[in-house]
Every structure is written in structure tokens, then in C-alpha cells.
């Protein structure tokens, strides 16, 4: 038997017995949640229970030993995805609020200095002093296509966390929410995509901007004030150069007609939950920073903001991606692999620094 048959038999044999698990699982918690419908939890998944994360324990056991945990004041703010063996840590940038310090599988905890910071994607770059960690081992997240097995890693045996892959990577920006002053940017109250015709809208918020000015869903927007709509990007950036109650004019492709319509902007959500908000939040709290990434993995995992930062893993145990924002109560995006890979180099040598650092830098 060569290897690579070895291999492809493990990987099934992995699969299996995670489907073995879920089968044996649907019928206890079909008939839990029959007993007790109006229980305050039923809205976390049967995932989360420690039987179903028991069988993940091979899948995660490699990776675990590239995770860190990272804390700041004390407190766990984020995970670490081990990149570099002699102390190059990936994190969440958004949630590092004072000196970083990272404990690792062993339990030491090594201060971290800030290298680099990536924006758009809220990635950081730490730097602790350790030699021999054990590097991430990384797959491209195609690999991961829509409604396969992806486990989010921790510190411990059993994964942080368990779910399919609902959306497949793509380039995306989510305009809800910015990691701009919420108070201060307008809000138009749309989702978008790209596709081959152009920025598509794929979801409306209820009472905002977008849907008093008639803007439907599927709609392909041509311009925004004015200016043509090339990309994601440049149409959010748009968006946030007005402020709350500013009106605009979109112009709109619906079908074969093109509608030109005046939008006023409102305020981004904030402290006042919309009824969307609450129902998103019923399942716990979300990450501060939930939009704007360039490109995204989404799946469907119940994952505290505080276990962001680690690396999500197929079923061989191989990185597809680095968990980086909960958006919603069980959407949880994570920046591909091959989105990450590019930037390595230019986080770890400074081409990438911090703006105004909180804490240390080199």
C-alpha cells in the first residue's frame, strides 16, 4: 500500500467516524429538543456537545500544537496560529487593545511584540522569543468546498469548535458593519457580492436606506453618487465617505432596466440593536470587527470572538484558513489560506507596520 493510499484511506476513515458520531447524536438531540422547545440554549447547535467534539480529537491534534492563546491585561482576547518556528504568531489585530502575551501548549506565557499589521484582513503579526514551535500546516481553502467538515482549533484535545463550510471562498465586503467609528460613516443597509456583471446586492436590511429608496435584492449596482462601481471595495469606500443621513443616488441594473434612486444614508448599528442585532446576538457576543474583509471562508460555527485568531482545519488536520471574525449567531468567517500566504513576508518584515501601536513594537 503506498503512502498516498494510506493516506486517502485516513481521511475517509476520519470521515466515517465523524459520520457514525452525528448519526448516533441526531436522535438523542432530536428528541432533547422535542422535550424542551422553549429552552433559552436551543439556539446553540448540537455541535457544541463534547461527545460530537470528542471525535475530532485526531483531526485537531496536530494543529493544536501550532495554536497559542493570546491575552492582553490578563484577559483572553484572541488565539495565535503558529506560523514560523522561531516565534512568528498570526492573530486578530482588532482585539489587540494592550501588550500581547502569549501562552503556548505548554502553558508558558512569553511577551509578544506587534511586527505588522494587515488591515484589511485584521490580521497581526507577533513576534515572541521561542524556538522549535511547531509552524501551521497550511491547504488552500478550495479544498474546503461548501458543506464539508471544518474544525476550529484551540489549545486543548478537543477543537474550540465544529461546523461545515456554508459559503466557499471569495472575495467579498460586507457593507453592515466597518471597522471605521460606527457613528460617524453612513449606512446604506446592503450585503454585496461580486459576480461577472458587476456588485450585486444579496441582502437588504430592513427599514435602512437601501430598501425606503426601493433597491432590491440581485439588483447590479452601476454607480454610487456619481461615481462608476468597479469593485467591493470602492463602492464601500464610497458609502463611508458620507455621513448618516447624507443622500445619495444609486444607480441600479434590475434585469434588462437601469433605475436611478436617492438613498439617505443612516447611522451604522451600533448601541442600539436593530431586531436583526438582538437575534444575532441571542447566541452570545460577536466580534467587534465583522465586515470589510477582502475575501472570506464562511461557515456555519458557534465560535466566541475570543477564539478567533486560530486556525480552522479540514479533516486531515491542514490549515484552510485563520478564524477572524463571528458576524452572526452561527456565521463565523476565516481569511483563506491563500489570502494569508502573500502577506506573510511583508508582515514579518516590517513593510507592514502598526499605526499607533498601543503596545510594544520592535
Known amino acids: 500500500m503506498t503512502q498516498r493510499t494510506r493516506s486517502v484511506d485516513r481521511r475517509w476513515a476520519g470521515r ?23 429552552i433559552d440554549k436551543r439556539d446553540v447547535p448540537a455541535k457544541t456537545s463534547s461527545k460530537f467534539l470528542g ?25 495565535g496560529t503558529v506560523v514560523g ?20 501548549k505548554d502553558g508558558r506565557e512569553l511577551e509578544a511584540r506587534l511586527v505588522g499589521v494587515h488591515e484589511p484582513c485584521d490580521l497581526a503579526m507577533l513576534k515572541i522569543e521561542a524556538r522549535g514551535l511547531r509552524p501551521v500546516e497550511w491547504r488552500e481553502s478550495k479544498a474546503a468546498a461548501v458543506g464539508y ?39 446604506l443597509g446592503i450585503t454585496m457580492e461580486p459576480t461577472d456583471k458587476g456588485v450585486k446586492i444579496n441582502k437588504i436590511e430592513p427599514k435602512s436606506g437601501a430598501e425606503k429608496a426601493g433597491l432590491k435584492v440581485d439588483d447590479i ?63 452570545g457576543k460577536l466580534s467587534q470587527r465583522r465586515g470589510g474583509f477582502p475575501s472570506i471562508l464562511q461557515h456555519d460555527t458557534y465560535l466566541p470572538p475570543s477564539e478567533c ?22 456565521e463565523t468567517y476565516a481569511v483563506p489560506s491563500e489570502a494569508i500566504l502573500p502577506l506573510m513576508y511583508d508582515l514579518m518584515s516590517g513593510k507592514l507596520p502598526p499605526s499607533s501601536p498601543p503596545m510594544k513594537t520592535p
Not at 485568531?309 to 452561527?330: C, E, H
Request: glycine share 10%; net charge positive.
Open 16 to 38: 466515517l467516524l465523524v459520520l457514525a458520531v452525528c448519526l448516533s447524536l441526531f436522535r438523542a438531540e432530536t428528541t432533547f429538543a422535542q422535550k424542551q422547545p422553549d
Open 309 to 330: 485568531g486560530g486556525p480552522l482545519v479540514d479533516l486531515d488536520g491542514k490549515a484552510v484558513g485563520i478564524n477572524i471574525s463571528r458576524s452572526g449567531r452561527t
Open 55 to 79: 471525535a475530532f480529537r485526531q483531526v485537531v491534534a496536530q494543529p493544536s500544537q501550532s495554536t497559542v492563546r493570546v491575552l492582553c491585561d490578563g484577559k483572553d482576547v484572541a488565539l
Open 85 to 104: 518556528p522561531d516565534g512568528w504568531i498570526l492573530t486578530k489585530a482588532s482585539e489587540l487593545k494592550a501588550n500581547p502575551v502569549c501562552r503556548l
Open 221 to 283: 449596482i452601476l454607480s454610487l453618487a456619481g461615481k462608476a462601481v468597479k469593485d467591493l471595495e470602492g463602492l464601500s469606500e464610497t458609502i463611508q465617505s458620507y455621513k448618516p443621513d447624507e443622500t445619495i443616488k444609486v444607480q441600479v441594473k434590475r434585469g434588462d432596466k437601469v433605475y436611478e434612486m436617492e438613498a439617505k444614508l443612516g447611522k451604522r448599528p451600533g448601541g442600539n440593536f436593530n431586531r436583526g442585532e438582538v437575534q444575532n446576538t441571542m447566541g
Open 149 to 187: 467538515w471544518v474544525a476550529s482549533v484551540g489549545l486543548s484535545e478537543e477543537p474550540v469548535a465544529v461546523g461545515v463550510v456554508s459559503v466557499a471562498a471569495r472575495k467579498s465586503h460586507i457593507a453592515k458593519f466597518a471597522p471605521k467609528d460606527a457613528s460617524k460613516t453612513g449606512y
